[in-house]
């Protein structure tokens, strides 16, 4: 098979890289010159475990390369893929969908043959439609099958979950894609991955539905963990407790600082916005973003009540600023709104992340100070406070934290140490639900 993957971010790299390892010819495609500039010298934009290996052995065995160039692989694919960028739009929060329809646009006057184009990206209900309609209108004599296959990989963990997926879904209005849809994934039957055919409205909105459920899950949890707070239980057993009912399942149910990422947040308001449009409003998950919006901030008055209800004029180390481990993504991360409160509260903030310090300098204050490791963070520090559990932030030197502090204070929201390993140290501790 070839395939052209139109936009080169998480999704499409990770997705290219992975189907060229299949064994198909991948063009990857993108209209940033120094993305693809980057990719021909063999560097990655971003951080994904494993990524580079898997892009430099597939680019050498000429499986996969580069361009900005878009018509040439168009006319050669027997399937195009979409995976660019689908955000918030600003005032309204629907998905911005004119990347979609300018990459629709690209496509049709490229495309020769019958040609199954494909929409990874996260969309709403009809987006496919639309697509559909555009390419009609832009090349009325373009012979293409517009198919969803909305992509469930998690950053961090990527190149596994495109390979053994847990499922992979495929909404077709045209029986031809059905074929070829089968061909790009044929690989995957050794794995049994089940792949799902099913209509094409029905797969945009299986992808909206699963990200708005996991986001209730994390924000239950994380409601339940205030509880016991409040009356004295411990919220990790109570998962474990929760979570070993085969019904409701373990995943999910870590409580923490509020969900963050390039998906969750996005996705939630746009699947409150399609129902509200559509006269059938979705509560539960209205609900579930306010309260995860106000928890960012909630986060960084836990960090102040335990510094004694101050921080004017005190240093807080903040430990991993990425909204999860093992990315370098910045998006919503809950450090941003923890940082910003803090500032506003007249702290000052050191602050280490393993991948993550690029990025979040284009997006925190300013005035955050970046270190090169934990303990640098510390130093001089009034608390320290585990924003994001990286791995390197799971077995501290305590003693050697302490030393460094002007108090021995330890905010864990991520729940990463057990308080008496905490305490024998001489810290005060505080971490999420556990009362
Ligand atoms: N990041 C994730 O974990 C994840 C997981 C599942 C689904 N998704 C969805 O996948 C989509 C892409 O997400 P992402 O995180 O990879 O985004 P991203 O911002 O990292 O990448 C999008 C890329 O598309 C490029 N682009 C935009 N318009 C283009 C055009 N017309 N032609 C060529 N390139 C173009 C941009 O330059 C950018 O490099 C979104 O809809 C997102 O919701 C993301």
Known sequence: MRIAMIGTGYVGLVSGACFADF????????????????????????????????????????????????????????????????????????????????AARDIARAVSGFTVVVTKSTVPVGTGDEVERIMRETNPDADVAVVSNPEFLREGAAIADFKRPDRVIVGIEDERARQVMAEVYRPL????????????????????????????KVTFINEIADLCERVGADVQEV?????????????????????????????????????????????LVETTIAVNDQRKRAMARKVIGACGGEVRGKTIALLGLTFKPNTDDMREAPSIAIVQALIDAGASIRAYDPEGMAAARAVLDERVVYVANAYEAAEGAAAVVIVTEWDAFRALDLARLKAAMVAPVLVDLRNVYQSYEVLRHGFTYTSIGRG
């Open 23 to 102: 064994g198909h010819h991948v063009t990857c495609v993108d209209k940033d010159a120094g993305k693809i500039a980057a990719l021909e010298r063999g560097e990655i934009p971003i951080f994904e475990p494993g990524l580079e290996a898997l892009v430099a052995s597939n680019a050498k065995a000429g499986r996969l390369d580069f361009t900005t160039e878009l018509a040439g692989p168009v006319a050669e694919a027997d399937a195009v893929f979409i995976a660019v960028g689908t955000p918030s739009r600003r005032g309204d929060g629907h998905a911005d969908l004119s990347y979609i329809h300018a």
């Open 239 to 283: 998962s474990r407790g929760v979570g070993l009912d085969k019904r409701i399942g373990s995943k999910f149910l870590h409580a923490g600082p509020g969900y963050g990422g390039s998906c969750f947040p996005k996705d939630t308001v746009a699947l409150v916005k399609t129902a509200q449009d559509h006269d059938s409003p979705i509560r």
């Open 189 to 216: 039957n050794l794995n049994q991955a089940p792949v799902m055919f099913t209509q094409r409205r029905t797969s945009e909105l299986i992808k909206y539905a699963a990200n708005a459920f996991l986001a209730v």
